[in-house]
């Protein structure tokens, strides 16, 4: 074994949380021991050669992987967007599942990942008083340039940040983002919400990044919500684009923009284009026409390439589906699945 206990507990507790199993599931598969199970979970005592293969099978993961078990990292800084109440079994699971997802691409990416560009800014210490103000601020970081950001998965992945979509239904969140102080960060999108949701959980996501050290607060939420509505649509051209309050207007500025019908009229709200009773007015239209839960004229969705082109790269120089997938601890069905087929999820 190339790999220390400590690093073969934590591929372990990932693996295993991440596929949603308990303890005694593992049992179960495996023959192990409870006791002895939760000892190499905790990286008490080792477990023999056949035992490591017996998870190996039971996990699904090309045997040899534990005596190559990374070295385990310390904890990021993670942030999730909640919809509703989460259960903490669902979070601790996508929890494991972005870990996972981090060190496969990671290994993936290998010396090709980008080192991020996204540099952290802090609101009044730094002598910010909005974070708009940091939201122009991170658009100049970034070279954006004036006007409706057109793909902002690019925009993302340009400064070496690290997005998937995923399912992330059972924990009812529409983002997990992790940000490792010495490896890629990550943001994992949930599949299932329109295109426009998906651009603004990002810019949201870029907002914790950029302007928080811990989980989020309901204000550091806020914070991020007000950071992305400023990133999306800067209050000068918003402005300047402006045409008054009817359904066209604002369906115009939605496709220019590229963002919900309620995120232009929240904007508007913000920047005081619009009163509390027509904003009121505006929100009950949306809910009452449906225009809410279905987007109007819905955007294409973005599609995430880096860790595709890295792969592809990686099979062109001659690197076989086989080893990458060993190397992102997969069996090669699985990882094909995954970073190969399915433009959706690569
Ligand atoms: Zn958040």
Request: no cysteine.
């Amino acid at each position: 074994m190339t790999s220390s206990l400590a690093d073969r507990a934590a591929l372990l507790r990932t693996l295993r949380v991440a596929h949603g199993l308990t303890q005694a599931d593992l049992v179960e598969a495996t023959k192990i021991s409870q006791a002895a199970l939760s000892k190499a979970e905790r990286a008490r005592e080792d477990l023999d050669s056949d035992r490591w293969a017996a998870l190996e099978r039971a996990l699904a993961v090309p045997s040899g992987s534990f005596a190559d078990a990374p070295v385990a990292r310390s904890d990021a800084r993670v942030f999730h967007r909640k919809q509703k109440t989460t259960p903490e079994t669902a979070l601790k699971r996508i929890r494991a599942e972005l870990d996972l997802t981090s060190l496969r691409a990671s290994q993936l990416l290998g010396t090709s990942a980008t080192s991020p560009r996204l540099r952290r800014r802090s609101l009044p210490e730094d002598g910010f008083d909005t974070p708009a103000d940091i939201a122009a601020l991170v658009r100049r970081d970034l070279d954006v340039a004036a006007g409706p950001i057109g793909d902002l998965t690019a925009v993302v992945e340009a400064a070496g940040v690290v997005v998937l979509t995923a399912d992330l239904d059972s924990a009812q969140v529409d983002a997990i983002a992790g940000w490792p102080d010495e490896t890629v960060p990550i943001i994992l999108v949930s599949r299932h919400t329109s295109a426009e949701r998906q651009r603004f959980t990002l810019a949201h996501e870029l907002g914790h990044a950029v302007m928080h050290d811990t989980a989020a607060s309901p204000l550091h939420e806020q914070q991020a919500d007000a950071f992305a509505s400023a990133f999306l649509m800067p209050e000068r051209e918003f402005r300047r684009d402006w045409a008054g309050s009817d359904l066209d207007a604002l369906l115009r500025l939605k496709r220019l923009w590229r963002v919900s019908l309620g995120a232009v009229i929240r904007r508007a709200f913000d920047l005081d284009l619009v009163s509390d009773r027509e904003y009121r007015g505006l929100n009950v239209t949306l809910a009452t026409t449906g225009m809410r839960r279905r987007e109007p004229e819905p955007l294409a969705v973005e599609i995430p390439t880096m860790l595709r082109r890295a792969v592809e790269d990686a099979l062109s120089r001659g690197v076989t589906a086989e080893q990458l997938a060993r190397s992102a601890y997969m069996l090669e069905p699985e990882f094909r699945a995954t970073f190969l087929e399915d433009p959706h999820h690569a």
